[in-house]
């Protein structure tokens, strides 16, 4: 199983960016998530995505700008940013955990059994 985070670099704010996840050796049954890591802080969860693609849910400080979502076909899932923000600043992760159809994703990492490697995002101001 591999997951492969890229698309991340630098934007002023206000800006948009899409970052992606490409995956291998996962089946359909699989919810993702995506998660930051600014420069000395914890790890946040930002937004995740069902089996299905039907469900999706942000955190508070994301909603309405970001926008996650998934191309079975190509194995990817995208993780849409509009008007970003310095504090948006972070390197992004992706995540994979096996999800029945119809169960809602996880907003906590402990249920993802794999991660991706990060991407960087940097917002100036």
């Known amino acids: 199983v591999q997951l492969q985070a890229s698309g991340g670099g630098l934007v002023q704010a206000g800006g948009s960016l899409r970052v992606s996840c490409a995956t291998s050796?996962?089946?359909?049954?699989?919810?993702f998530g995506w998660f930051r890591q600014a420069p000395g802080k914890a790890r946040e969860w930002v937004s995740c995505i069902d089996a299905n693609g039907d469900k999706t849910r942000y955190a508070d400080s994301v909603k309405a700008r970001f926008t996650i979502s998934r191309d079975n076909a190509k194995n990817t899932v995208y993780l849409q940013m509009n008007s970003l923000k310095p504090e948006d600043t972070a390197v992004y992760f992706c995540?994979?955990?096996?999800?029945?159809?119809?169960?809602?994703?996880?907003?906590?990492?402990?249920?993802?059994?794999?991660w991706g490697q990060g991407t960087l995002v940097t917002v100036s101001s």
């Open positions: 050796g996962l089946d359909l049954n699989f919810g």
């Open positions: 995540a994979a955990d096996w999800l029945p159809y119809g169960v809602n994703c996880h907003d906590i990492s402990d249920p993802y059994h794999f």
